[in-house]
Structure formats: structure tokens, C-alpha cells
């Protein structure tokens, strides 16, 4: 089935859903932070103070974590 969106991490190359590797290794660093114990607002503020984007390229936000 064809699925129009896109998640964080995804890319569209020829028609494909292939991984974005920017926002795969922004994906990691998030899941590593929170092994490590971090809360999501403190992933938020770590993400942020790296200059880290978000997909359209807004600051991080809880509801964007």
C-alpha cells in the first residue's frame, strides 16, 4: 500500500521509502539519551543546545520527542 507521509527518519527517493540518515542518527542519539536516564524535556533541551533540527527544521519540542 502507498503511504503518502513520511515519518521522521524517512525519505522518498524514485517512489521509494528509504532511511533519511541525518534524521536516523538524530533517532539514535534520542534513544541512546533516554537509555542513559533522560527525561524527554531533557532530551528536548540536549537536542536543542546541539543546533539539532527537527523534521522542518523548528526547534524540538515535548511534542515533537
Known amino acids: 500500500p502507498l503511504r503518502l507521509g513520511l515519518k521522521f527518519g524517512e525519505k522518498r527517493v524514485r517512489g521509494r521509502i528509504v532511511e533519511n540518515d541525518?534524521?536516523?542518527?538524530?533517532?539514535?542519539?534520542?534513544?541512546?539519551?533516554r537509555s542513559k536516564g533522560y527525561s524527554y524535556p531533557q532530551i528536548v533541551e540536549a537536542?536543542?543546545?546541539?543546533?539539532?533540527?527537527?523534521?522542518?527544521?523548528?526547534?524540538?519540542?515535548?511534542?515533537?520527542?
Open 22 to 33: 541525518t534524521q536516523a542518527k538524530t533517532i539514535r542519539l534520542m534513544n541512546d539519551l
Open 47 to 65: 537536542l536543542n543546545s546541539m543546533g539539532v533540527k527537527s523534521m522542518f527544521g523548528a526547534k524540538w519540542h515535548l511534542q515533537t520527542v
